[in-house]
Structures are given as C-alpha cells and as structure tokens.
C-alpha cells in the first residue's frame, strides 16, 4: 500500500533533550512538509522541501531542523531550542511544487504527539 | 486579523441533518479552495477541491466559492455519524503556493 508513515506515534521528552520524528512516504512524491497542529489553530508549516538535499524554512522553523538525504524521508528535529514543543505534528508529501499544476494535493501521515514533561 | 477563519464549533446535529461548515479569508488573491477531513488523532485527508468560484458536488458534499465575499463554505446532506470529525477549510493563490489551513470546525454527528 502506498502512503506515508509516520513513527513514533506518541513521544515524551524532557527539557533540554533534541528528539526527532520520522517521516517516510512510498508514493514517490518530490515535496515534503512539516505542520504543527495545536488547538484552535490552523495547521502551521514548519518546514518544506521541494527536491532531496534541498529544504527551505516555514512561517515557525525555530528550534527545528530536518534533513533530506533520501526522496523517501524527511525527518524533523524538535531541539531544546524549541520553547512549546508539546504539540500534534504532522507530515505530509504532494507530486511537487509546479507551476500549472491543477492543484497541490498533499497527503498527510498519521502524525507524531509529542509531550514534553 | 487571521489568513482564514473558521467557527471552531463544536457543532452537533442529530444524523440526516444537513451541515454548513464556512470559513472566511482575508487575501484576494487565493484561488484554490481546499475542504480537508480529520478524524481524531489522524491526519487530514483532502475532501473536495474548487478552483476559483462556483460549487462543486460530490455525493452527499458540495463545496461552495464566494470569492467576491471571500467566503467558502461545505455543505453536507444526510449527515451521517460517520461524518463526525474535524473539518479544515486551506487554500492557496497558485498550485505551487504554501497552502493556508483554517483552525477546523470539530462535527459531531447524533445517531
């Protein structure tokens, strides 16, 4: 089956520890993405990449960081740098970022809860 | 003032009710229209999509575009309990743009 995986699903960390989140996708999607989602609030970007080694910050990227070493991955670091990372986070994968595309469908993961205690 | 709002709810109607979820934007610019489900502790999935104005149906949903009233909404017939979730109103001003997500509206439907 096609998708995106996501793992943990829930993760505690303590103050001042990095932890990071996975995020795989097998449908051969160029674009990924990292959202947070808090209560009340919209689904905010984190961050985004559009080709492997390549990535470029959202609206909240601080005290975040990721890699993408391989078109199928794109993990997220949580750093300690992060003041309020107790949140739902989200990955989500689309064909690409093109200009005259139809429409930007992303497919979204299962998400990772992170609780920082 | 927010991108896009949206009424947070909860709303709850009794099953076979129709539903009208809405949300509002502020920049004119934004033209395609996304409606996303969530079912709780999962991630969204992409509903329905419009470009640009007018309605688009699909089984029991039709979406719905007033960009002269910056003002999108999803109307759901027959609801059903299987429809109780949150519903999250995005959007984006080109197919390659940073798609803008409202905060959702949390349905809960009453068998």
């Known amino acids: 089956d096609g998708g995106i995986t996501q793992s943990p699903k829930y993760l505690f960390r303590k103050e001042g520890q990095n932890v990071t989140l996975s995020c795989e996708q097998n449908l051969n999607h160029d674009a990924m993405y990292w959202y947070r989602q808090d209560p009340g609030q919209g689904l905010r970007l984190i961050y985004y990449s559009q080709i492997v080694n390549d990535f470029q910050k959202g609206d909240i990227a601080e005290g975040y960081s990721v890699s993408r070493e391989k078109k199928e991955s794109f993990p997220l670091t949580v750093t300690s740098a992060q003041k309020n990372p107790t949140a739902f986070y989200l990955c989500?994968?689309?064909?690409?970022?093109?200009?005259?595309?139809?429409?930007?469908?992303?497919?979204f993961g299962p998400g990772t809860r992170l609780t920082v205690l | 003032q927010k991108e896009v709002e949206q009424d947070p709810g909860p709303l709850s109607v009794p099953e076979g009710a129709i539903v009208s979820l809405n949300c509002t934007y502020s920049?004119?610019?934004?033209?395609?229209f996304m409606w996303y489900r969530q079912y709780s502790r999962k991630g969204p999935e992409l509903l329905m999509y419009?470009?640009?104005?007018g309605n688009k149906e699909d089984g029991r949903f039709t979406a719905q575009v007033d960009k002269s009233s910056k003002y999108i909404s999803l109307f759901i017939r027959d609801s059903q309990p299987s429809d109780s979730a949150t519903y999250l109103c995005?959007?984006?001003?080109?197919?390659?743009?940073?798609?803008?997500f409202g905060p959702g509206t949390s349905l809960s439907v009453i068998p």
């Open positions: 419009t470009y640009s104005s």
């Open positions: 989500a994968s689309s064909i690409a970022l093109l200009a005259g595309a139809s429409y930007n469908e992303q497919f």
């Open positions: 995005a959007m984006c001003q080109t197919s390659y743009d940073k798609v803008i």
């Open positions: 920049n004119s610019a934004f033209q395609y």
